[in-house]
């Protein structure tokens, strides 16, 4: 450690187990900023938003999502910078610090609440922070840097406890990050993937692709379908033949994943599936969004597509996004080891951009790219905030609208990027008295985990449909 870095160590130590004035929230919780976080995150409970539906629920009216926890004392930006920094809070004193040595780069790595009661609509937020940790300097991909941990407790107006948020942040000096000694760097451009070859005879079906339709050979005498195109029936050998458009939705028949040896055109884990679609046709492509162990024979699919050059456009499957469960599980319903089932969601600017607005997140890194960039980022990323309010949606659409969630805890990995899709899976891990069920999870992108983590959910007692009805 250099000199400097020491005195910085000696500068922030202190601050740790500093515990600041209680901040209030400038707005109350408000039902319109419930109803655009809930557009954001596809949450479509009605008990968050129907007062109809909520009037008559386990809450006696509209609450707001547990998820939104920490984002109603979210600091206010104007143009770009914090607005009124309050130095008196150990945490922001510890930033200013790291700011003023170099590390202006941040990144949330750990976000762990805890719920004791609901918001609602009309109530004052207040939070007191504890500074309850600053590490030493760390080496990481995004460059060296000192992870801050806080400990946050909220009251609503009367002063009851509303809920606790541990959460961690990196605060980094924007670099190279690791060293890869040595090595050399291939910087050059990835190859295309091979390209594929037809004749007129087969156009129509690289035509239908290319404006996003799975079109399927259906020969005109017998209607027998056949994949892929071929001259004659293999039955009746007639050759009058024209297609279907394919619903694109099937199930996983059979899979590979091939390991040797690797293309660098393709993405790896490399699934190669038959998917049998709903017409009957069975169909080769790859398996995407989904990582081998969580394939399961006759999972439900779902086309997607890939541009594999300008004027080449491939069908892909990944896992058909989960309905929503139109009843709520009750105890006995669950068991230790049953799978979630997965569901991808297309990372996209629109979704990175309005998840960041819609928690009130006003960091640069989550809506300018050139500042992202700047900050050693390959383009903007998603907040910690959207990454737990799409885990909640998740969880909350497998259990049930009337489920309760007891926590919510997150680590954050590799960054939700735009142009990417993170696949979120998990099982239960622990049922417990009470009606108190764990789920383990992940989502998972291109680039690894983006996060991992863990939730306690309660489930009503009565019977199914009961209890369960919405």
């Known amino acids: 450690m250099s000199d400097v870095d020491a005195a910085l160590d000696t500068a922030l130590q202190p601050l740790v187990g500093g515990q600041g004035p209680v901040q209030v929230a400038t707005e109350p919780v408000g039902a319109s ?28 009216g509209i609450v707001a999502p547990p998820a ?11 143009g770009g910078d914090s607005a009124g920094r309050d130095t008196d809070q150990p ?47 760390k080496q990481t991909a995004l460059g060296i840097g000192h ?42 451009p990835r190859p295309e993937r091979p390209r594929p070859r037809w004749n ?36 009746t050998h ?23 040896p690797k293309v660098p055109a393709f993405d790896y884990p490399l699934v190669v599936g038959l998917v049998e679609l709903e017409e009957g046709v ?48 009750v105890r006995g319903d669950v068991s230790v080891g049953d799978r979630l089932p997965p569901c991808p969601i297309d990372v996209t600017t629109e979704l990175v951009m309005s998840g960041a607005l819609a928690t009130f997140d ?32 998740w969880l909350g659409d497998w259990a049930g609208d009337r489920v309760v969630f007891r926590n919510l805890r997150i680590g954050l990995g590799a960054s939700n990027h735009p142009g990417d899709t993170m696949t979120m899976t998990g099982s239960v891990t622990d049922v417990g008295e009470g009606g108190a069920v764990t789920v383990a999870f992940v989502g998972t992108n291109s680039l690894g985990n983006h996060i991992r983590g863990s939730a306690e959910l309660v489930l009503p007692e009565g019977p199914q449909g009961a209890e369960g009805s919405a």
């Open 282 to 329: 069975r169909v080769v492509s790859n398996i995407v969004g989904v990582r081998p162990d969580q394939l399961e024979i006759g999972m439900p699919l779902e086309v997607c597509w890939l541009d594999s050059h300008d004027d080449v456009t491939l069908h892909q499957f990944r896992p058909v996004r989960p309905d929503r469960r139109t009843d709520t599980l």
């Open 68 to 78: 939104t926890l920490n984002m109603w004392t979210m600091p206010v930006r104007i």
């Open 91 to 137: 945490q922001q004193a510890a930033y200013q610090l790291l700011d003023d040595a170099g590390f202006t780069g941040v990144v949330a790595t750990n976000s762990d609440q805890a719920y004791e009661a609901h918001l609602r609509p009309g109530d004052i937020v207040s939070a007191r922070t504890t500074l309850v940790g600053v590490s030493p300097q």
């Open 147 to 188: 992870f801050v941990t806080t400990e946050v407790a909220y009251a609503n107006q009367h002063g009851d406890p509303v809920g606790t948020l541990t959460f961690r942040i990196f605060k980094f000096r924007p670099g190279p990050g690791r060293q890869r000694g040595d090595e050399p760097v291939d910087d050059s």
């Open 238 to 260: 007639d050759m009058a033949y024209d297609w279907v458009v394919a619903s694109g939705r099937g199930s996983l028949y059979s899979w590979t994943a091939p390991e040797h």
């Open 362 to 393: 006003h960091q640069d890194v989550h809506h300018d790219s050139d500042a992202a960039r700047a900050k050693g980022l390959p383009d903007i990323i998603m907040n910690i905030l959207t990454s737990s309010g799409l885990a909640a949606r």
């Open 33 to 60: 900023a419930v109803s655009a976080w809930c557009a954001v995150m596809s949450e479509a409970n009605p008990l968050f938003v129907d007062e109809a539906v909520a009037a008559s629920g386990p809450h006696g």
């Open 200 to 235: 007129q005879d087969q156009a129509w079906h690289w035509e239908g692709l290319r404006q996003h339709e799975l079109r399927i050979q259906r020969f005109t005498g017998s209607g027998r379908l056949v994949h892929p195109p071929v001259v004659a029936d293999p039955t």
